[in-house]
């Protein structure tokens, strides 16, 4: 409609039709994970939820100090 895009959704996986999400990008389903997604929605990176050295890697790069 009008070449919007709705930013609104929230995203699972279809496992009755599709490949296993978990299992493609090997995310363990216990511990989660933490997907940056880029206002394109395009997924930038997905960390293990003790990546902090990463996530602060990603975006040091792309960030301006405070």
Same mark, same amino acid.
């Given at each position: 409609?009008?070449g919007? @895009?709705d930013?609104?959704? @929230?995203?699972?996986?279809?496992?009755?039709?599709?490949?296993?999400?978990?299992?493609?990008?090997?995310?363990?389903?216990?511990?989660?994970?933490?997907?940056?997604?880029?206002?394109?929605?395009?997924?930038?990176?997905?960390?293990?939820?003790?990546?902090?050295?990463?996530?602060?890697?990603?975006?040091?790069?792309?960030?301006?100090?405070?």
């Open positions: 409609m009008l919007l @895009t930013y609104e959704k @929230t995203f699972c996986p279809d496992l009755k039709n599709g490949p296993d999400l978990y299992d493609l990008r090997d995310i363990n389903r216990e511990e989660g994970c933490i997907v940056i997604v880029r206002p394109d929605q395009y997924v930038a990176e997905i960390l293990p939820l003790d990546g902090f050295d990463e996530l602060s890697a990603f975006f040091d790069r792309i960030l301006l100090p405070a």
